[in-house]
């Protein structure tokens, strides 16, 4: 992912996003991009079958911002720092019911808002814990919509996005189920992906990241750096997220490991990473508290 240098208050938005690796995160956005669209890197898009999971973040304006309301407090612009990745700070138990997962854009939308309940009852009282703002993010499913942060990403480059500015996941459904079917696991995978790209928004993580990023030459071994963290932290987010509601309502134990297992579709990249460490992050959070998903402070070959 790119970052367009720029100087200022607000923060600069960042760039969009490069490819995302895993089959079902090609529907995840690139966290990359809080301002702009952000899509699940790492995984790239093959056909049917091996499909991986692309993503993008393409800025456009200030998304994280626009979060802070005049008068309360706003979230902590920190990354390695930040207090949601604090020891000690976990996601609830989450009883998540889901529907069945159908092809038409009804049973898909049905779907994808089951599934975004679960994940704000998830995400709310954690972020509520750290004294983080939180909001629902929009969801849009149309396969030629328009956001702050453009028009999709190609194809080739991601499935999904999420745009900070509008405060919208796009999951698009043609290109969606072109890529995974109706393969209920990727979906679900693609989906927490993005929302991680939501929670860094809320949280400050990644307007603090898009900061440091601005102060880099576009593509730069030290932005593309900050990227594959942001980046690994979402599929971190989404181990958390799966883990939450491993074995509660709608999703057994079977159908949360084969989510964190999706991220074995995806494709190396230089702003997502090897799919050796795509795979440890999302495992990594499947496992334990936020502070696992500290990939700001990790060692350089963890987020290679």
Known sequence: MNIEPTSGWPPPAPPPPKNSPV???GVLVLVVAIVAAVALPGLGVLSFGETVIAGEARPAGSGVASQREPGKPGPVLATA??????????LPQTNCQLPSLRRSEEQLQAYYEAAMRCLDAAWKPTLERVGAPFSTPVLQIKDESESSCGGLPPKEEATAFYCPADNAIH????????????????????????????????????????EEMS??????PEELRVTRRMELQANCFAGLFLASTNGRGSVSKALAQQGVKEFENSIASDSHGTVPNQVKWAKAGFQKSTSACNTFKAGEAEVR
């Open 215 to 220: 102060t880099y030459d576009e593509d730069s």
């Open 81 to 90: 720092e930040n207090p949601l990745l604090a020891e000690g700070v976990e």
């Open 171 to 210: 999951m698009p459904r043609k290109r969606l189920l072109e890529t995974v079917g109706t393969v209920q696991a990727a979906h679900l995978a693609v989906l927490a992906h993005e929302y991680g790209h939501h929670v860094q928004s809320l949280s400050g993580i990644m307007e603090a990241a898009f």
């Open 23 to 25: 089959r079902v995160l």
